[in-house]
């Protein structure tokens, strides 16, 4: 099993993302064996049409007044039945396959989630999530796309060809062998044309994708553009941008439109030769006119699948090549699992410690060199420090979002790395600077730490966090509904419901990253009140910008470039009139 | 389609020898089987030798080869066409999309904006691409098939006057009937999506809560529903397939009775029927190339619609002449006069919903002020007070409904909107930096030189880390500057403001990721340096604003402060409030 998991990782692993997709399908092989089959019967009776149309039509050949019509007559109802029976077979093929298709895509799509919400919070440091979503959004549309349809389709196209060709043999040995001629005169240009044309139509689509990128991110600084007066240079920029994609498209179209009407060509050239050599036949006495219409109604049949080859297998590879994507994500590496004896931190009093924590993003870039901290029960620690020199990435640490490097870090002289790491969480309520709404009423963000809050214990912490009387404001108060980016509520606004809603979560301890950065002073101080409150009995860690914040602080840790700078309380490191004093003093300049 | 036909027409002309040579192209196509029958039917057993099953053999070549050509020949000139006019029309969208005013996007949708310039465009390239030949091949298909097959055999061809109309209303019914359904998975595809963005950038608060169960479950929920509805959407599109067959099928099957009838009444000959059903391939053909016309008109008539909005925008906010324009009531550099203003006048809160028309509403109040050339002002007020507003004002990206805005000595409305905005160097609230060099960035297509630029970037305290780079000032940047910090972005973007000595700066909210240190240093470089440019600052900190020549405090749009730090600390209840703290602490330090 390990051993094959590491043969998927490589990239351009076709048949490894191939067997993992049929993986996939296995929960409806039998459901699928059956579509095989009934596609079997469904295309047989496709093939076994025409010859009844043919022997119609020989019966009828048989000139004015003499025609058999008890004959014409069997004939025509049995491509009735054979025509109704196909048609059937053809909606319930058609019918199950989606229905497994979509199965199959859902799955996976739940697969993915489920793995996103295994990952590290790493991974989504490192990836865009425009990346991420079109995994599900685009690659698995494609994966079933291609398996509600393609399955199917090389499955009675390879009947149909393989059927088509033992009729026209047995009408006419040397009419098949003409035939014939034409494959590989089609299936050499498909592969021709479509070395000339794939380059081009995936030149098209880079060049639409710089478009995109390029309008999406001019129109969004267009308030800018149009204050520096450089909408010229942003207009001659889009036409040449604007030109390459109009030339993409004409290249890529002035190759692609000439496969049709080439393959109608090749078509209508074997058509042409049959007729010739039927003449030759006819005279000759080897066929009929009715054995030579058949023959006709073949080969336009045997010719159809030829012609679509080259595009299903297109399909095919797409979706396997979506598949690797989609695989690709499922193989990243999850968050250490707990270890079967990690234990669960239970009645927490708060006190942390971190002892010669070191840690680094990348390796060789370390951002945190000798992390030395203790934080008693009940006390309130502060971290400053200039932009850069490692705030957030004790936060992370903190929370188990990435392990140290080296070092430990103890909750109650636990070391948390041996914890249950839903309980390391726990422990903590959090306020980040980044603040995060999604999209459902004020009342569902907020009660989002807390399953089963009552509406008191919702307005209780809106109140607290002062945003009560703006929520009263709005026209269905609790009950609105707020968008995803918060578009809708401003940057401030989001942060107080971020507020209360870890008011709400009431953990042991506290998290504050610049928990209050884009609230008025004023407003920020009403906060403050509340979060004395709040903060009381609890171990809290504070970043913030405005020292004013944290001048109450127990401890404060000065950060610069990674290290412990200096480490007192305010009133000590004011005295020391070192490099904390310069940071303090900087803000009434 | 008049927007369509707008940027086609030129090549009229043009579009109309496409359709000619598809046209003569499509007629020799019709003509082979035509020939293939009469091969069989009359020359074949009329004639004792070979040469004349030779000649028409060769008719039949020649016909294969000359179909080839002019149907390739109307391809390639119908994408000329294509590429030609889309490009006209994108570079106009585009144009009228860059100088909207900011009531035209507010009401569009930045969005919905985007979209309209790419896929929308998309559908309507390859619609006029597709329209010119097969909207010739289709329709010649349909008729052309049906009236060979008139002319071949009238009772025949009946039987085809009668299955096309229903195969096409059947078509036409189930599409009908499956496309909306569509609409609705592309819904609760969107709903899955937003979820899985949600959890994307909110993934640290799901984890410290340890919402995954939960987040997973509100996911299943949703990628279930998803599923569901995908099913019945699919069970309704795959009928046409298997439906337009039997038909087809069903049509033969007549076809082969009555012909067999005819034949025996000595009025078919046997030739005949064969030809017939090559005829039907062709008209089935035809019925489904018009199904796919009318379904690609309807898409592309739809996105030329949303495009034609935007192209179709009146230019707003076009200068007013000198003679309409108002005179300044004294000589100050940058003058509000009882101006009153918010964003939905004109459509109420209909297009945004009662929700931000409701935020917005409150935006400003009667406002005036007045600073001196080389003056400084300081807009201070807690979020949502308007003061971003203040600016939209001063450089016109919106008109106020009331009161008047001037300039330098001259009414905002009558200036030129770019020699308007070359006087201000501007910092807005969330500014953007371009995926482009530093230096491009910074210069912004200005004449700034190299010893301008280095001063802008050592003023705006950014030249020690541009200069960490290896490449400098040529280095680049992501799109959204997002391989830069909070704090460099902003640091790039006063150097922006700066670099061309403008008259008049304007930082909105410039400094808030700048620690106070390096925000100090800033300030102070900016006194020093621009002392002669009239400035406005709008802050959140009182730090920022402490040392200008007056202060604004807004409250929700209203102006309840005005005056120096000095005089507002008597004068002003609410300024003294967001000052309080800040002397507290000043006091240790001194």
């Known amino acids: 099993m390990a051993k094959r998991d590491i043969v998927m990782k490589k990239p351009k692993d076709t048949r490894g993302a191939l067997r993992r997709l049929l993986r996939y399908l296995g929960p409806w092989k039998y459901v699928i064996a059956g579509v095989l089959g009934l596609s079997l019967i469904s295309n047989l009776l496709n093939l076994w049409g025409p010859s009844l149309a043919g022997s119609a039509i020989r019966e009828a050949a048989a000139g004015p007044g003499r025609v058999n019509f008890e004959a014409v007559g069997r004939y025509a109802s049995l491509m009735l039945l054979c025509y109704l029976g196909s048609a059937l077979l053809g909606f319930a093929i058609s019918l199950s396959m989606t229905v497994v298709s979509r199965r199959v895509a859902r799955n996976m799509r739940q697969d993915v989630f489920s793995k996103l919400m295994r990952l590290p919070v790493g991974y989504f440091d490192r990836h865009q999530a425009g990346d991420i979503i079109s995994r599900v959004s685009y690659d698995i549309d494609v994966i079933s796309t291609c398996l509600s349809t393609d399955i199917v389709q090389i499955m009675s196209s390879l009947i149909t060809v393989v059927g088509s060709l033992i009729m026209m043999i047995s009408i006419s040995l040397p009419l098949s062998a003409l035939t014939l001629v034409t494959v590989p005169v089609a299936v050499g240009y498909t592969v021709h044309m479509r070395k000339i044309t794939q380059p081009r139509y995936s030149r098209r689509s880079k060049s639409y994708g710089v478009l995109n990128g390029f309008v999406e991110e001019m129109l969004s600084g267009q308030k800018t553009i149009l204050a520096y007066a450089y909408e010229k240079r942003v207009e001659e920029r889009f036409d040449s941008i604007n030109t390459d994609a109009a030339d993409a498209f004409a290249d890529a179209e002035h190759y692609g439109v000439t496969i049709g009407p080439t393959m109608t060509a090749i078509n209508n050239l074997g058509l042409s030769l049959i007729g010739l050599l039927g003449g030759v036949l006819y005279f000759q006495g080897h066929i009929d006119l009715g054995r030579i219409s058949s023959f006709v109604l073949y080969s336009r049949k045997f010719a159809g699948p030829i012609n679509a080859i080259a595009e299903i297998f297109n399909e095919l590879f797409s979706a396997l090549s979506a598949a690797e994507r989609v695989f690709s994500l499922l193989d990243e590496e999850e968050e250490t699992a707990d270890a079967p004896d990690a234990r669960l931190l239970t009645r927490i009093r708060g006190d942390v410690k971190a002892e010669h924590v070191s840690f680094g993003y990348l390796p060789r870039v370390t951002v945190l060199h000798d992390l030395n901290l203790e934080a008693p029960a009940g006390k309130l620690i502060a971290i400053v420090g200039p932009t850069g020199a490692g705030k957030t990435t004790i936060i992370n640490l903190l929370m188990r979002f990435y392990d140290p490097g080296s070092g430990v870090i103890r909750i109650d002289g636990q070391e948390i790395r041996t914890a249950v790491r839903r309980s390391v969480r726990g422990a903590y309520a959090m306020v980040l600077q980044d603040t995060w709404v999604f999209r459902g009423t004020i009342f569902e963000n907020i009660a989002y730490g807390r399953e089963n809050a009552t509406m008191e214990e919702v307005v209780a912490a809106a109140k607290a966090a002062r945003i009560h009387p703006f929520i009263m404001r709005l026209p269905q108060g609790y009950d609105t509904v707020i968008t995803e980016d918060g578009g809708n509520i401003s940057k401030g606004q989001k942060q107080l419901l971020t507020i209360a809603r870890a008011m709400l979560y009431d953990a042991p301890m506290l998290i504050l990253d610049e928990a209050t950065s884009n609230v008025d002073t004023a407003t920020e101080r009403e906060i403050q009140k509340a979060m004395r409150e709040l903060m009381k009995q609890k171990t809290c860690f504070v970043i913030a910008h405005r020292l004013s914040t944290i001048e109450s602080a127990d401890q404060i840790l000065v950060l610069r470039d990674g290290d412990v700078a200096e480490q007192g309380t305010h009133r000590e490191l004011m005295d020391r009139k070192g490099f904390y004093y310069q940071l303090y003093a900087a803000q009434f300049e | ?590």
């Open chain 2, 1 to 590: 389609m008049k927007l369509i036909w707008k940027y086609a027409g030129p090549y009229r002309w043009f579009i109309l020898a496409v359709m000619l040579v598809k046209l003569t192209g499509t007629m020799t196509e019709l003509m082979v089987p035509y020939v293939l029958e009469h091969l069989l039917d009359d020359v074949v057993p009329a004639s004792g030798d070979a040469w004349p099953v030779v000649l028409w053999g060769g008719v039949m070549l020649f016909l294969t080869f000359a179909t080839r050509f002019l149907n390739m020949t109307a391809n390639r000139m119908s994408v000329r066409v294509a590429r030609n006019s889309t490009y006209a029309l994108r570079r106009d969208l585009f144009h009228t999309a860059l100088n909207l005013s900011g009531r035209q996007i507010d009401r569009v949708g930045l969005p919905s904006l985007i979209s309209r310039m790419t896929s929308d465009t998309y559908n309507v390239q390859s619609f006029v691409r597709m329209i010119q030949t097969m909207g010739i091949r289709a329709p010649i298909m349909l008729l052309g098939g049906i009236v060979i097959t008139l002319t071949m055999d009238t009772g025949l061809a009946v039987i085809l006057c009668v299955t096309a109309p229903i195969m096409i209303a059947l078509i036409t019914f189930i599409s009908w009937k499956g496309i909306p359904l569509y609409d609705k998975v592309q819904q609760r595809m969107d709903s899955l999506v937003r979820i899985m963005r949600e959890n994307i950038t909110g993934i640290r608060v799901v984890k410290a809560l340890s919402k995954e169960p939960y987040e997973e479950k509100r996911y299943g929920a949703a990628n279930a529903a998803m599923a569901r509805q995908e099913v019945r959407a699919s069970v309704i599109m795959s009928l046409p397939g298997p439906v337009v067959t039997l038909f087809l099928n069903l049509g033969l099957i007549l076809i082969v009775v009555i012909g067999a009838r005819q034949v025996d009444a000595g009025v078919t000959a046997p030739g005949v029927i064969l030809a017939f059903l090559t005829y039907f391939n062709m008209i089935l053909m035809g019925v489904m190339g018009l199904n796919r016309i009318f379904m690609m008109m309807s898409k592309a008539n739809a996105s030329a619609i949303r495009i034609a909005e935007i192209v179709e925008m009146p230019e707003d906010l076009t200068p007013v002449p000198e003679a309409a324009a108002e005179k300044p009531p004294d000589d100050g550099a940058l003058i509000f006069d009882r101006v009153s203003f918010n964003y939905d006048a004109d459509e109420g809160a209909g297009l945004h919903g009662q929700f931000l028309g409701e935020q917005r509403l409150k935006s400003l109040k009667d406002i005036s002020f007045s600073v001196r050339r080389g003056g400084s002002l300081g807009i201070i007020g807690a979020t949502g007070s308007g003061k971003t507003s203040i600016v939209n004002l001063l450089m016109r990206f919106y008109d106020p409904q009331e009161g008047r805005v001037f300039v330098d000595g001259k009414d905002v409305r009558a200036y030129d909107r770019d020699s308007l905005h070359r006087k201000f160097g501007v910092v807005f609230q969330n500014d953007v930096i371009f995926a482009d060099t530093i230096r491009e960035n910074v210069t912004f297509g200005r004449e700034v030189t190299e010893p301008m630029l280095r001063q802008a970037a050592k003023d705006a305290m950014a030249l020690s880390f541009i200069e960490g780079y290896e490449d400098a000032f040529d280095h680049g940047a992501d799109i959204h500057g997002a391989n830069f910090s909070g704090g460099q972005k902003q640091r790039l973007l006063i150097a922006r403001a700066l670099a061309a000595n403008p008259e008049i700066l304007i930082l909105d909210d410039a400094s808030s990721a700048l620690d106070y240190r390096t925000d100090a240093d800033l300030r102070r470089a900016i006194r020093e340096r621009h002392g002669e440019a009239t400035t406005v600052v709008i802050a959140q900190r009182i730090s920022s604003v402490l040392a200008l020549d007056e202060i604004l405090v807004l409250h929700e749009g209203e102006m309840i402060g005005r005056g120096t730090h000095a005089e507002l600390m008597r004068t002003c209840p609410e300024y003294q409030d967001i000052d309080i703290y800040r002397t507290q602490m000043s006091e240790e330090v001194t």
